[in-house]
């Protein structure tokens, strides 16, 4: 490897670094703080390595190819750097997460360190899944990420004070996630092995020359770029394989869902990118077809089983599944400049709002258990379940602040105008017109329509005074100044490029 190709993965080598480093101050002095401060450095690290790599490709180079698996490129650095960013945010809430269910008599003794090296590993799976031009490299970052997140959908049960009920949920999260994740990551390495029977390739390129001279009719190739597709469409959680969606999130630590929901997605999205690009799976109908179906049965579903769910987690799980499918619509309008602009736009907009939510609703689920040590929360009463509408009754007159981020993500989500949801949804929009996609349009319609629905009904709820509310519900929500910060920032990106989308435009253009 040459001293170029190695600067290129300075990220990935940042993140590795960190990680050794972890396991060996863990092995030498355990403290949780101390496990906070390394990750966030390391994190902030890679990202700082992603600007130094840019910089390098802006001496003229448009790509670096790594060892033959990997390939670096603006866009890739983009939504790594997407990523790194967003697990700062993700670090924060578990740290927030993890502090509040810590027994306090024994909180210096309390080493929940597992989390942050779990989170650095993730993070490496995902940046190099971004990367990745090679399926080995692809299937290899894919199980690194699944591999890290099992435990962390089990991590509840680390708390001392984490409610029994809570750590149960967490149980069977991790244990759907895992006998799910296995069958479509069987399915998908069952296509890479009939995609190298017919190709005798496992590059992109390479493949991209097979899927060039493929016919227009059946063969070897396209079952297995169909089972790779619907091993794909499994981690993005397309219809009809979104089943593992609303109950993983539900059951998982409030931090580790939105990891799911934001860095899991959004690397698969970029690798989902990177392939119909590199192979021109856009000159495959059969591929394209099957997309399309999938983004209106998305689109429809989501939306519509959004409306029936009390749990807000779980209206968060349906309502991504929804916007993937939205994404999805920029996607298949083609390889043309305005179709990438679309989806990577559309990304920024979704990780923005999708975090802020799930940052409001994990704070205010941390501020539930020190209210009420122990677990005692009844499971049928929804006024003392942090997750359940009910309890959000009156938020704007116990915690405004909280009340009125809450309510930027919903809005954003809605696609409201002044938020950069709307510019997400205006570009979605446009890019169907664009391509001419018109029973796609129709579905983005009626799935937005649909959506603005419960997202004001959560709203209206959140503005009402609750007479009736009893024990922690009366109560307003305490969160540390490192929440208010994160919440700030969050809200003060989704409003400043709701306002000025130029100027992520101009950033997103010169990729």
């Given at each position: 490897?040459?001293a170029?190709?190695?600067?290129?993965?300075?990220?990935l080598?940042?993140?590795?670094?960190?990680?050794?480093f972890?396991?060996?101050?863990?092995?030498?002095?355990r403290g949780?703080?101390g496990?906070?401060?390394?990750?966030l450095?390391t994190l902030?690290a890679a990202?700082?390595?992603c600007f130094?790599?840019?910089?390098?490709?802006d001496g003229?180079?448009?790509?670096i190819?790594?060892?033959?698996l990997?390939q670096?490129?603006?866009?890739?650095?983009f939504?790594c750097?997407?990523?790194?960013?967003?697990?700062?945010?993700?670090t924060v809430?578990g740290?927030?997460y993890?502090?509040h269910?810590?027994?306090?008599?024994a909180w210096?003794?309390?080493?929940?360190?597992?989390f942050?090296?779990l989170?650095?590993?993730t993070?490496?799976?995902?940046?190099?899944?971004?990367?990745?031009s090679h399926?080995?490299?692809?299937f290899l970052?894919?199980e690194?990420?699944?591999?890290?997140l099992?435990?962390?959908?089990?991590f509840?049960v680390?708390g001392?004070?984490?409610?029994q009920?809570d750590?149960?949920?967490s149980?069977?999260s991790a244990?759907?996630?895992l006998?799910l994740?296995a069958?479509?990551?069987a399915?998908a390495?069952?296509?890479i092995?009939m995609?190298?029977?017919?190709?005798?390739?496992?590059d992109f390129?390479g493949v991209s020359a097979?899927?060039?001279?493929?016919?227009?009719?059946?063969?070897?190739l396209?079952?297995?770029?169909?089972?790779l597709?619907?091993g794909?469409?499994?981690?993005?959680?397309?219809?009809?394989?979104?089943i593992?969606?609303p109950?993983?999130?539900?059951?998982a630590?409030t931090p580790?869902?939105?990891?799911?929901?934001?860095v899991?997605?959004?690397?698969?999205?970029?690798l989902?990118?990177?392939?119909?690009?590199r192979?021109?799976l856009?000159?495959?109908?059969?591929?394209?077809g099957l997309?399309?179906?999938?983004?209106v049965?998305?689109?429809?579903?989501?939306?519509l089983?959004a409306?029936?769910q009390?749990n807000?987690?779980?209206?968060?799980?349906?309502s991504?599944i929804?916007?993937?499918?939205y994404l999805?619509?920029?996607?298949?309008?083609?390889?043309?400049?305005?179709?990438?602009?679309?989806?990577?736009?559309?990304?920024?907009a979704y990780?923005?709002?999708?975090l802020g939510?799930?940052?409001?609703?994990?704070l205010i689920?941390d501020?539930a258990?020190?209210?009420?040590?122990?677990?005692?929360r009844?499971l049928?009463d929804?006024g003392?379940?942090p997750?359940?509408?009910?309890?959000?009754?009156g938020?704007?007159?116990?915690?405004p602040?909280l009340?009125c981020c809450l309510?930027?993500m919903?809005?954003?989500?809605a696609?409201i105008p002044l938020?950069?949801g709307?510019i997400?949804?205006?570009?979605?929009f446009?890019?169907?017109?664009?391509g001419?996609l018109?029973?796609l349009?129709?579905?983005?319609?009626?799935?937005s329509?649909?959506g603005?629905?419960y997202?004001?009904r959560?709203?209206?709820?959140?503005?009402?005074?609750?007479?009736?509310a009893?024990?922690t519900?009366r109560?307003?929500?305490?969160?540390?100044?490192s929440?208010h910060?994160?919440?700030?920032?969050?809200t003060?990106a989704?409003?400043?490029f709701g306002v000025?989308?130029?100027l992520?435009?101009?950033?997103?253009n010169?990729?």
């Amino acid at each position: 490897m040459s001293a170029l190709e190695l600067h290129a993965i300075l990220p990935l080598l940042v993140l590795g670094a960190g990680i050794v480093f972890l396991l060996l101050q863990v092995a030498l002095r355990r403290g949780h703080r101390g496990a906070l401060f390394t990750t966030l450095a390391t994190l902030a690290a890679a990202a700082a390595a992603c600007f130094q790599v840019a910089r390098l490709l802006d001496g003229g180079v448009t790509s670096i190819q790594s060892t033959g698996l990997l390939q670096v490129d603006h866009r890739a650095l983009f939504i790594c750097l997407l990523l790194l960013v967003a697990a700062i945010a993700i670090t924060v809430l578990g740290f927030s997460y993890l502090k509040h269910r810590c027994d306090r008599k024994a909180w210096a003794d309390s080493y929940p360190e597992e989390f942050y090296i779990l989170l650095l590993l993730t993070m490496l799976g995902a940046c190099t899944l971004v990367f990745a031009s090679h399926f080995a490299s692809f299937f290899l970052a894919l199980e690194l990420i699944g591999l890290s997140l099992y435990p962390l959908l089990g991590f509840a049960v680390n708390g001392d004070r984490s409610p029994q009920r809570d750590q149960l949920y967490s149980l069977e999260s991790a244990l759907k996630y895992l006998l799910l994740s296995a069958l479509s990551t069987a399915l998908a390495l069952f296509g890479i092995a009939m995609v190298f029977a017919a190709s005798g390739a496992l590059d992109f390129a390479g493949v991209s020359a097979a899927v060039a001279a493929m016919a227009g009719g059946p063969s070897l190739l396209l079952a297995g770029l169909t089972l790779l597709l619907i091993g794909v469409a499994f981690k993005l959680s397309l219809v009809p394989f979104h089943i593992w969606t609303p109950d993983v999130y539900q059951g998982a630590p409030t931090p580790v869902t939105a990891l799911i929901a934001t860095v899991g997605k959004g690397a698969v999205v970029a690798l989902l990118l990177r392939l119909f690009d590199r192979l021109d799976l856009f000159a495959v109908p059969a591929l394209t077809g099957l997309l399309g179906i999938m983004a209106v049965a998305s689109m429809l579903a989501g939306n519509l089983l959004a409306l029936m769910q009390p749990n807000i987690k779980r209206l968060l799980a349906y309502s991504s599944i929804a916007h993937l499918g939205y994404l999805i619509v920029a996607l298949l309008i083609g390889g043309s400049a305005f179709g990438t602009e679309a989806v990577i736009y559309y990304l920024v907009a979704y990780m923005i709002t999708t975090l802020g939510a799930f940052a409001v609703v994990g704070l205010i689920a941390d501020g539930a258990v020190e209210l009420t040590p122990g677990g005692s929360r009844p499971l049928a009463d929804s006024g003392s379940d942090p997750f359940h509408r009910d309890y959000y009754r009156g938020l704007f007159w116990r915690s405004p602040w909280l009340a009125c981020c809450l309510a930027a993500m919903l809005l954003s989500l809605a696609g409201i105008p002044l938020t950069i949801g709307f510019i997400g949804k205006f570009y979605i929009f446009a890019a169907g017109v664009q391509g001419q996609l018109w029973l796609l349009l129709a579905a983005v319609v009626v799935g937005s329509a649909l959506g603005l629905f419960y997202y004001l009904r959560l709203l209206l709820a959140m503005v009402q005074r609750d007479t009736e509310a009893t024990g922690t519900a009366r109560n307003g929500v305490q969160i540390a100044a490192s929440g208010h910060a994160l919440l700030a920032s969050l809200t003060l990106a989704l409003l400043l490029f709701g306002v000025f989308p130029q100027l992520l435009i101009n950033w997103i253009n010169a990729l």
